[in-house]
């Protein structure tokens, strides 16, 4: 019905900068919130930035300065620019999308994620 499919991630040096985007498709009538999420190995999933449909963002302490999130509606697409990256940066970095159909149902999506990984 909705699908999130991210791209960007890689393999970059530490200072380097990356630029993620997720495009959603499928029986969409509206995109709420939007947001970037990652996950490291042995660790939870984490917030990284969330960014409304108007455009209102809210970002994680440890990539405020360095991460900017923004959306194009007419495209369904979000992006996240990293800068400054830093090893501690390595994860596997999830789409997140609240989708609400032409059937007016609402669906919480993720996708599948992409690896991005901060070495020298």
């Known amino acids: 019905q909705v699908r999130l499919v991210e791209s960007g991630g890689g393999l970059v040096q530490p200072g380097g900068s990356l630029r993620l985007s997720c495009a959603a498709s499928?029986?969409?009538?509206?995109?709420?919130?939007m947001g970037w999420y990652r996950q490291a190995p042995g660790k939870e999933r984490e917030l990284v930035a969330a960014i409304t449909s108007g455009g209102s963002t809210n970002y994680a302490d440890f990539v405020k300065g360095r991460f900017t999130i923004s959306r194009d509606n007419d495209r369904k697409t979000v992006y996240l620019q990293m800068n400054s990256l830093k090893p501690e940066d390595t994860a596997v970095y999830l789409c997140n999308a609240d989708a609400v159909l032409y059937t007016l149902e609402h669906l919480h999506v993720w996708g599948q994620g992409t690896q991005v990984t901060v070495s020298s």
């Open positions: 499928g029986s969409i009538f509206r995109l709420n919130t």
